[in-house]
């Protein structure tokens, strides 16, 4: 049996080995609460998490042979959709892992008050609906996603932006514009 390996996924989305994993725990727990509620969890492309509800019913005690009344409780099931178990049968759509792209230099446009983060972001793939900013927090960039930027700079905060623009203040980023409206 293989357990998780991150890496991968990192490697395709450009997170970090701690978001993750803590992407996957959350994932997890969100399941956990759903299945136990009674519902559904679909997953688009994946499958469906679904309970099933087994009542009470006669079993064995497997150490002593003996007869007793099991008691009700919910299975957790998975029911995988025709499309990924026809990916996994095709060989021509077997995803191959990703090369680590190659190491970016720290512009220079860094204010000097401030430390140089220790490497440059990684470029963020467009596939990716929630997107990761990395901004400067206290001398050190840190990878924050969108949904937590409004809550987490000012107008002044230091915002890496893709392309030629590199390190600039949060409120001269069009695509952040909003945040301060």
Do not use: C
């Not at 136990?36 to 994946?46: L, M």
């Not at 680590?100 to 401030?114: D, Q, V």
């Amino acid at each position: 049996m293989l357990m998780l390996d991150t890496t991968y996924i990192e490697k395709i989305t450009g997170l970090s080995g701690t978001t993750v994993e803590s992407v996957i725990e959350g994932l997890i727990k969100f399941v956990q609460l759903e299945l136990r509620a009674g519902n559904e969890v679909k997953i688009v492309d994946f499958g469906v998490f679904y309970p099933k509800e087994l009542g009470e019913r006669q079993a064995r005690n497997p150490r002593t042979g003996e007869s007793i009344i099991a008691k009700p409780r919910t299975k957790p099931r998975v029911r995988f959709f025709d499309s990924f178990e026809k990916s996994i049968q095709d060989s021509d759509s077997t995803p191959t892992p990703p090369t680590a792209p190659a190491p970016l230099t720290i512009p220079p446009t860094i204010p000097p008050t401030l430390t140089a983060p220790a490497s440059v972001p990684p470029p963020v793939p467009a596939a990716v609906s929630n997107r990761i900013w990395h901004i400067v927090k206290d001398g050190v960039a840190i990878p924050i996603s969108e949904s937590e930027l409004k809550w987490q700079i000012t107008p002044d905060t230091l915002v890496w932006t893709e392309g030629q623009d590199g390190w600039k203040s949060a409120s001269e980023v069009p695509k952040l514009k909003y945040l301060f409206s």
